[in-house]
């Protein structure tokens, strides 16, 4: 199986990880935003390159998760590293309120038939970690879910390890599962909330869902701590990502990446004798072809 690439920012698999002392900043030895930009583009080239050879070989999967509070920036996040790849071998799904069909199932179903396939990247903007985060915080949605009652006695912890299981099902079947949890600070959702009012341009993605949401903050917190310690392995890690500087955020994202096809030791398909004399006959009808 897939092991997961060292970053300074890797939640541990086996001690325990706090939320309060994850960093939501950088360290103050960053490089500053033009080089930052440059070495995003760098490595952007690079995920364009890796992404053509992991398609053609056609072993692997890749699975991107994205989990954050809202203005964390997990669009502008997937758009800053994607941009350049081939979007024929990506595919980006968001996952927001669960519709009827998709509440009628357990909760891995809609995000199952959402997978990628062999040669493909798979980005999912939240997951079916919100079962265990957005639910968790708020129990009353369980309502909805119809689920039998002695199924609800611990369901939290259930969850959790149907997650793990699913995820290393996964993981022995080829699938590279990154998680990624960018971590923004109070402050800074504040001041990206603000300027999203400021700006008519950003009305559009302000809610007042948003700031209810600020007021279960501790909540959310308690309830990532859980579950990152809970499902952070090392055929599916996550990495808490510090946000409140996006460009910061996205290179080291970037970087993971990277660093995680690389382990793949990707390579293209070598052709064997029988297509090379198959190749030889194409050539040659194609080089006596009188047009």
Not at 57 to 74: E, N, P, R, S, T
Not at 112 to 132: A, C, D, K, Q, W
Not at 152 to 158: A, L, R, S, T, Y
Not at 217 to 229: C, E, G, I, S, V
Request: proline share 5%; aromatic share 10%.
């Amino acid at each position: 199986m897939f092991n997961a690439p060292h970053s300074p920012y890797i939640v541990p698999f086996e001690q325990a990880f706090e939320v309060s002392k994850a960093a939501t900043s950088p360290p103050e030895t960053v490089a500053d935003k033009s080089n930052l930009k440059k070495k995003l583009n760098q490595l952007t080239n690079e995920l364009d390159d890796l992404q053509r050879i992991l398609y053609s070989q056609d072993h692997h999967a890749v699975l991107l998760i994205f989990q954050a509070m809202d203005a964390a920036g997990k669009d502008s996040t997937i758009r800053a590293i994607m941009t350049g790849v081939n979007p024929a071998g990506c595919q980006v799904h968001s996952f927001k309120k669960p519709s009827t069909e998709e509440i009628s199932h357990d909760f891995l179903w809609r995000t199952t038939n959402r997978l990628p396939s062999r040669g493909m990247i798979g980005i999912f903007n939240r997951s079916y970690y919100e079962e265990v985060l957005t639910v968790r915080v708020h129990p009353e949605l369980l309502i909805g879910e119809r689920l039998p009652d002695k199924i609800k006695k611990n369901i939290w912890q259930e969850r959790l390890e149907s997650i793990v299981d699913h995820e290393k099902h996964l993981a022995r079947n080829g699938y590279v599962i990154l998680k990624f949890w960018l971590n923004i600070s109070k402050e800074e959702q504040r001041n990206r909330f603000l300027a999203r009012i400021d700006n008519p341009n950003k009305h559009w993605k302000f809610s007042t869902d948003d700031i209810k949401a600020r007021s279960y903050w501790n909540d959310y917190m308690k309830a990532y701590q859980k579950a990152l310690n809970a499902t952070s392995k090392s055929w599916a890690p996550w990495y808490a990502i510090p946000a409140d500087n996006k460009p910061y955020m996205q290179t080291c994202i970037a970087e993971i990446i990277v660093k995680s096809l690389k382990k793949l030791k990707l390579a293209y398909p070598e052709s064997n004798d029988t297509q090379h004399k198959h190749l030889a006959n194409m050539r040659n009808l194609l080089e006596t072809d009188p047009f």
